[in-house]
C-alpha cells in the first residue's frame, strides 16, 4: 500500500509539472506565424495581423498569431530544430530570408505556394525570381528590399558632392567626407561597415551585367558544388576596388550598430537595408537630412545591379486558412501599409501604378530609390543560396578585413575566401544530397 | 597607513563592482538622444521616463517574469525533493545493487548539460513538451552534487531516531517530512537557493525549448523587447532595472541567509 | 514536387507521435514494471528503488540517453533531418580536427579562459582576503560584492554592450582609449572576460569569504599574542586554510570558462569575425543553427571527454592533497 502511495506521489510530482503546456500549434482556426520582425517594422507587422483578425479572421473563424522568434536567422534555426524533432511544433508560416532557401528547397516539409494554389502573377518579377528553385517558387515574397547606399545628404550638399556611382569615385571622395581633429583622431569616417554575403551578392552580382557567387545560378536551379567568385576573378576585382577605398584611411571596419554610428553623424555613409529606411529615419531623429542612392558599382562594367533580399513566407501547412492568411498580406492594402510604414518595396505589382503609393513616392522621395534601382536591375542577379550561412558571413568579413587591415595578399585571400565555400558546399553536399 | 590602501582598494573594487549597475539605472532615464551623443555620457542630459512608460507597456513583459518565476520554483523545488529523496534511500536504506546505482548517479557530473544541448532538446521535442514549463524544468531537476550535498548531511542523522519513528509507526514519508528535513534544513535551503539560482540565470536552454512569448522567461524575453533595434535603448535598461531591482532588494536584504546557503553547498 | 518519404510527415496525426515518442508514457511503463516486480524481493528494498526512481528517470533520460545518442551519432554520418546515411568510423573526428573553425574555437576558449583565470581568481581572493575581518563598513563592501549575483547573464550582457557601444561608448570616455570595443578581436576578448568576472564574482567571493571567516578564531589570536604580523598571519595561516576552497573556486572557473557559451551568444555573438567563438558556442551554431550533426555530436563526445578528464584530476589532486 505505502509503496504504492509513494510511487504515485513520486510520479504525480513529476508528471503534473508536464500538464503545464502551453497547447499545440495547429489547431483549426489558428494560423501561427514566425516572424523576425523587430523595432519599427515589428509594430508595422503587430498591426497589419490585428488587422486581419479584426477584419477577414473574423468573419472566417481564423486567428493569427503572430509570433516575434529573433533574427531572421533565428527562425531558421527554429524551424530546423522543430523539424526535426517534433514537426507538429512547426508553425503553419515562417517569414525567412535568403539564407533559408537552400535548407527549405531541401526539406520535405515545406509546402509550395503551388501547391497551396496561390496565385502570385501580381507579384513583383525579381522578388519571384529570387526564390525560384528547381522545385518552384519557394514561398510567398512579402517584404522584398534591396541593398541601399545611405548618406548624409546634408553633409554632401554642404560639399556639394553627389553620392558616388562606382567604388573609384568614393575613393576620390571619401577624404572630403571623412573629418579629424586636431589630435588627428578620425571623429567622422566616408564609410562604416565590412561587407558580407548580402553586400557581395551585389558587388559580385552586377560585375559584367551578371555574375555568380557559386554554380548552378547561385544555387538557385539545385544544390550548388561548385564556387564561381574565384576563377571568375569577381570576388579579386571587388577587393581591388574595396581596398583602395579602405586606403583612404576613412572606413570604419565595424559591424554592429552601423545605423548608430550614422544616426551620430560619426560615418557619413553606410550600407544597409531599404528595409531599415524608417527605423533610420526615426533614429535620425531630424538632426540631418537622409539621403539614399544606389548601391557604388564594383566598376564601371559592373552593371547588373543588385539583387532582391528580405523575406518571405514560407508555408508548412496546406489549410485554407493559411491560403487566406498569405492572400491577405500580399494584398494591395497590406502591402501598402507595409511599404509606407517600413521602407519595404511592395511586392504586389498592382500597386505601382495607384495614385496612393505614387503619391507617397513623391512624398518620401528615400523610399523610391529602391524600387528605382531595382527597376534599373539584372533580375537574374540573385541572393546566393549557401550552406552555413552564418559562418561564411563572417569569412567574408575576416578575409576583407584581413585584405584592408593586415595587408593580406589579395589573390592569397581569395584562395582561403574559395577554399571555405568550397568545403561548406561539400560538407552540405556530403549530408544532403543522398537523402531524396 | 595599511588600512587605508587597504581601503581605498576595497573602494575602487566595489566601484568596479558596482559600475555597471550604476550606468544601467542612469542610462534608463536617458532621454533617446543621449545614446547617440558624441560623447557617452554618464548621467542624463535630463531625466527621461521615457524608458520606464515604454518597458512596463510592453505587452509581455510582465509575463516573463511571471514565467521566470514559476519556472524557477518548481525546479528549485523539484530539485530539492528528488534529492531528499534519493539521500535517504542511499543513507538510510540498504538494497541490492546500492554502489552500481549511486556510481551511476554520480557520474552524471561528467556529463555537462551543455554538451547534450541538441540531444535533449530532441529529447524534449519528441516528447511533446516544447513550449511547457515542465519542457523548460525536466532536464535541470536532477542533479548530483545536490543529491551529493544532501547525502552528505543525512549521513551524520541519527540512526537512533529513524528507528524510534519506525518503532511508532511512522512511514518513511512522515519520518523525512517531519524529521529529516527539518533536522537537515540548511543543506535544503541551499540546495533550494542555489537551483533557484541557476534556473533564474539560464538562457540557452529555455531559447531553445519555449516557441510562443507566453511561455518565455525574462533571460530570453530581455533581449527580445526589441527596444534595441528601435534604438530606444532607455526603454531596454529600464526594463534591466525594473527585472534587477526586486533581486538586488531581496539580496541585501536576505544577504546573510543567502551567503550562507552558497557558502553551505561546497566546503 | 518532392513530397516526405519519411513518416515525420505533418499529414500523420498528432496521436501518432504520442504515441510513438511520448517518453512520458514509457516512464510510467518502467514504473509500472517496477511495482509488479517478483513478490519475493523485500518490500523495503522495494521502497528504496522507488525513492530512487526520479533521480534515476532524470538520470537516464536527461544524461546517458543523450551520452549514447551522441557518442553513437558521432561514429555515423546522419542527415540532417536526422537519418542515418551510413557509417563514418573515425571520420567525424578526423574532418573536425581539420576544420580551421574548430581548431581556432579551440584557441578562442583557451585565450578566454587563461586570462578569466587569472583574473577571476586575483580579484575575487583580493576582495575577499580585504574583506575577510568583519568591521564597520565590510558589511557595505559584501553588500557591494555580492550584488552582481542580482543580474542575470542576459541583464549584464546587454548591460555591457551599452558600457562597451564603439569608440565613443562610455568606456572609452573613462579609460581614455579609442577603441571600438566589440569590434576588435582582442577588446570584445577582453570585454567577454570582463563580464565572465562578473558573472563569478559574487558566487566565489562568498565562497572564499566564508572560508577565511570559518577559520578557527583562536588560532589566529594566539598567533596575534605570538606578535605575529597581520601579514604574516595571513600567508601563513589563512591562505594556507583557504586553499582547498581557492581550488574549488578555480576548479568551478575552469569549467565554466571551458564550457562557456551563452555569455559569448548574448555578449558578442561569436564576432567580431568569429574571434570570440568558443567550443560550446561552435558547438551550437553546427548543432542547432547548421544542422551539422556530425559536428554536433563529435563535439559533444569530445567534450564530456575532456571534462571527465579535467573532472578526475582535479578529484585526484584533492584525494591526494
Redesign the interface.
Same mark, same amino acid.
Given at each position: 500500500m505505502k509503496i504504492g502511495k509513494t510511487l504515485a506521489a513520486v510520479l504525480a510530482m513529476l508528471l503534473s509539472a508536464a500538464l503545464i503546456h502551453a497547447g499545440g500549434s495547429s489547431e483549426t482556426g489558428t494560423v501561427t506565424i514566425w516572424h523576425s520582425n523587430s523595432g519599427a517594422v515589428g509594430n508595422a507587422f503587430e498591426e497589419i495581423i490585428d488587422e486581419f483578425n479584426r477584419t477577414i479572421g473574423k468573419e472566417n473563424g481564423i486567428t493569427v498569431e503572430s509570433i516575434y522568434q529573433g533574427a531572421a536567422n533565428d527562425v531558421l534555426t527554429k524551424v530546423k530544430a522543430t523539424a526535426n524533432a517534433d514537426i507538429s511544433s512547426l508553425p503553419d508560416i515562417a517569414q525567412l530570408d535568403a539564407t533559408a532557401a537552400l535548407d527549405m528547397m531541401n526539406s520535405d516539409y515545406l509546402i509550395l505556394p503551388d501547391e497551396l494554389g496561390l496565385d502570385t502573377s501580381m507579384i513583383m518579377p525579381s522578388a519571384i525570381e529570387s526564390l525560384m528553385s528547381e522545385r518552384g517558387l519557394l514561398a510567398l515574397p512579402f517584404n522584398a528590399s534591396s541593398l541601399l547606399f545611405y548618406y548624409n545628404r546634408t553633409l554632401f550638399d554642404s560639399l556639394s558632392l553627389a553620392p558616388p556611382e562606382t567604388l573609384d569615385d568614393f575613393t576620390a571622395i571619401a577624404p572630403l567626407l571623412g573629418e579629424k581633429d586636431s589630435s588627428g583622431r578620425i571623429t567622422r569616417y566616408a564609410f562604416a561597415g565590412v561587407p558580407a554575403t548580402y553586400e557581395l551578392c551585389a558587388f559580385i552580382g552586377a560585375q559584367n551585367g551578371l555574375s555568380y557567387l557559386v554554380d548552378e545560378e547561385n544555387g538557385h536551379l539545385g544544390t550548388p558544388r561548385r564556387v564561381l567568385f574565384g576563377e571568375e576573378g569577381t570576388f579579386r576585382n571587388f577587393l581591388v576596388h574595396w581596398k583602395a577605398l579602405c586606403d583612404t584611411g576613412y572606413v570604419s571596419n565595424i559591424t554592429n550598430d552601423i545605423s548608430t554610428e550614422f544616426a551620430a553623424g560619426r560615418t557619413a555613409t553606410m550600407l544597409a537595408s531599404s528595409s531599415n529606411l524608417s527605423t533610420v529615419m526615426s533614429k535620425v531623429g531630424g538632426r540631418f537630412e537622409v539621403g539614399t542612392a544606389f548601391v557604388p558599382k564594383t566598376d564601371s562594367a559592373a552593371t547588373g545591379g543588385v539583387n532582391i533580399g528580405g523575406g518571405a513566407m514560407f508555408a508548412f501547412s496546406e489549410r485554407e486558412d493559411v491560403k487566406t492568411v498569405l492572400g491577405y498580406l500580399v494584398s494591395e492594402e497590406v502591402q501598402l501599409e507595409w511599404a509606407e510604414k517600413t521602407g519595404y518595396m511592395p511586392v504586389n505589382t498592382g500597386l505601382y501604378d495607384s495614385p496612393e503609393y505614387i503619391a507617397f513616392l513623391d512624398s518620401h522621395p528615400q523610399f523610391a530609390v529602391a524600387m528605382a534601382q531595382t527597376e534599373a536591375s539584372n533580375p537574374k542577379v540573385t541572393g546566393a543560396w549557401l550552406p552555413s550561412a552564418y559562418q561564411l558571413y563572417y569569412s567574408f568579413q575576416t578575409e576583407i578585413r584581413n585584405v584592408t587591415e593586415k595587408g593580406k595578399d589579395i589573390d592569397e585571400a581569395v584562395a582561403d575566401m574559395e577554399a571555405a565555400v568550397q568545403k561548406a558546399l561539400d560538407d552540405y553536399a556530403a549530408q544532403n544530397l543522398n537523402q531524396h | 597607513m595599511a588600512r587605508i590602501i587597504r581601503t581605498i582598494i576595497i573602494a575602487l573594487l566595489a566601484a568596479i563592482m558596482l559600475f555597471p549597475l550604476l550606468y544601467a539605472f542612469s542610462a534608463s532615464f536617458f532621454p533617446p538622444e543621449d545614446f547617440t551623443a558624441s560623447e557617452a555620457r554618464f548621467l542624463p542630459s535630463h531625466i527621461s521616463f521615457r524608458g520606464y512608460a515604454l518597458a512596463l507597456g510592453h505587452r509581455y513583459f510582465g509575463r516573463y517574469m511571471l514565467n521566470s518565476f514559476i519556472t524557477a520554483l518548481m525546479s528549485a523545488t523539484l530539485r530539492t525533493a528528488v534529492s531528499v529523496l534519493a539521500a535517504f534511500a542511499f543513507t538510510h536504506l540498504s538494497f541490492r545493487g546500492k554502489r552500481i546505482i549511486l556510481t551511476a548517479l554520480l557520474a552524471t557530473l561528467f556529463i555537462p548539460p551543455d554538451a547534450m544541448l541538441y540531444e535533449n532538446y530532441t529529447a524534449i521535442a519528441r516528447m511533446g513538451l516544447l513550449d511547457s514549463y515542465a519542457g523548460i524544468v525536466l532536464p535541470s531537476i536532477f542533479s548530483a552534487s545536490a543529491m551529493l550535498l544532501t547525502m552528505g548531511s543525512y549521513a551524520a542523522a541519527d540512526r537512533d531516531i529513524y528507528d524510534a519513528a519506525r518503532m511508532d509507526g511512522t512511514g518513511d514519508l512522515g519520518y523525512i517530512a517531519r524529521m529529516l528535513v527539518p533536522l537537515a534544513a540548511p543543506v535544503s535551503i541551499t540546495v533550494f537557493i542555489q537551483a533557484f539560482i541557476s534556473s533564474f540565470n539560464s538562457y540557452l536552454w529555455p531559447l531553445l525549448v519555449t516557441v510562443r512569448p507566453r511561455m518565455r522567461t525574462i533571460q530570453i524575453g530581455i533581449a527580445m523587447l526589441g527596444f534595441a533595434e528601435e534604438g530606444e535603448y532607455g526603454a531596454q535598461f529600464a526594463a534591466i532595472i525594473i527585472m534587477t531591482a526586486p533581486f538586488l532588494l531581496l539580496l541585501l536584504a536576505a544577504r546573510r541567509l543567502i551567503m550562507k546557503a552558497i557558502s553551505g553547498g561546497i566546503s | !514536387?518532392?513530397?516526405?518519404? %519519411?513518416a515525420?510527415? @505533418?499529414h500523420f496525426p498528432?496521436a501518432y507521435?504520442?504515441l510513438q515518442?511520448?517518453?512520458?508514457l514509457q516512464?510510467?511503463k518502467i514504473?509500472f514494471i /517496477? &511495482?509488479t516486480l517478483p513478490s519475493d524481493m523485500?518490500?523495503? %528494498?522495494?521502497?528504496?528503488?522507488? *525513492?530512487?526512481? $526520479?533521480?534515476?528517470?532524470?538520470?537516464a533520460? +536527461?544524461? *546517458?540517453? $543523450?551520452?549514447a545518442? #551522441?557518442i553513437i551519432g558521432s561514429f555515423l554520418? &546522419?542527415?540532417?533531418?536526422?537519418?542515418i546515411?551510413g557509417i563514418a568510423g573515425l571520420g567525424n573526428y578526423i574532418s573536425l580536427l581539420h576544420d580551421p573553425?574548430f581548431i581556432s574555437s579551440i584557441g578562442n576558449t583557451v585565450a578566454f579562459t587563461i586570462p578569466f583565470l587569472l583574473l577571476n581568481t586575483s580579484?575575487t581572493l583580493?576582495?575577499a582576503a580585504?574583506?575577510r575581518k568583519e568591521t564597520r563598513?565590510t558589511s557595505i563592501? %559584501? @553588500?557591494? +560584492?555580492?550584488? $552582481?549575483?542580482?543580474?542575470?547573464? @542576459?541583464?549584464?550582457?546587454?548591460? *555591457?554592450r551599452?558600457?562597451f557601444?564603439?569608440s &565613443?561608448?562610455?568606456a #572609452?570616455?573613462i579609460t581614455g582609449l579609442?577603441i571600438?570595443w566589440? %569590434?576588435e578581436p582582442v577588446s570584445a576578448m577582453a570585454v567577454l572576460v570582463l563580464m565572465g568576472v +562578473?558573472l563569478d *564574482?559574487a558566487?566565489d567571493y562568498?565562497?572564499l569569504? #566564508? #572560508?577565511f571567516r570559518?577559520i578557527d578564531r583562536s588560532i589566529l589570536e594566539a598567533a596575534e599574542i605570538d606578535g605575529a604580523s597581520?601579514s604574516r598571519i595571513f600567508l601563513s595561516i589563512e591562505l594556507p586554510a583557504a586553499a582547498s /576552497?581557492l581550488h574549488?573556486t578555480i576548479f568551478?572557473a575552469l569549467?565554466d570558462a571551458v564550457?562557456i557559451?551563452?555569455p559569448v551568444?548574448?555578449l558578442t555573438g561569436?564576432?567580431? +569575425?568569429?574571434s570570440t567563438e568558443t567550443v /560550446?558556442y561552435y558547438?551550437?551554431?553546427e548543432?542547432?543553427?547548421?544542422?551539422?550533426?556530425?559536428v554536433?555530436?563529435t563535439?559533444?563526445t569530445l /567534450? &564530456?571527454l575532456s @571534462?571527465?578528464v579535467i !573532472?578526475s584530476l582535479v578529484m585526484r589532486r584533492r584525494r591526494n592533497g
Open positions: - | - | !514536387m518532392k513530397r516526405g518519404n %519519411e515525420t510527415n @505533418s498528432k507521435y504520442y515518442r511520448n517518453y512520458t516512464c510510467l514504473a /517496477m &511495482v523485500d518490500r523495503r %528494498e522495494l521502497k528504496a528503488y522507488a *525513492f530512487l526512481l $526520479p533521480s534515476i528517470l532524470l538520470a533520460v +536527461f544524461a *546517458f540517453y $543523450p551520452l545518442r #551522441s554520418t &546522419v542527415s540532417q533531418s536526422g537519418r546515411l573553425a580579484i583580493l576582495a580585504l574583506t563598513g563592501a %559584501e @553588500s557591494i +560584492f555580492i550584488a $552582481p549575483l542580482a543580474f542575470s547573464l @542576459s541583464a549584464l550582457a546587454l548591460i *555591457f551599452g558600457i557601444r564603439g &565613443v561608448s562610455i #572609452s570616455r579609442d571600438a566589440l %569590434e +562578473f *564574482f558566487l562568498i565562497l569569504l #566564508s #572560508s570559518s597581520g /576552497m574549488t568551478i569549467k564550457l557559451s551563452a551568444m548574448v561569436g564576432g567580431p +569575425f568569429r /560550446m558547438y551550437y551554431l548543432a542547432f543553427r547548421s544542422g551539422n550533426r556530425a554536433g555530436t563535439i559533444a /567534450m &564530456v @571534462s571527465a !573532472m
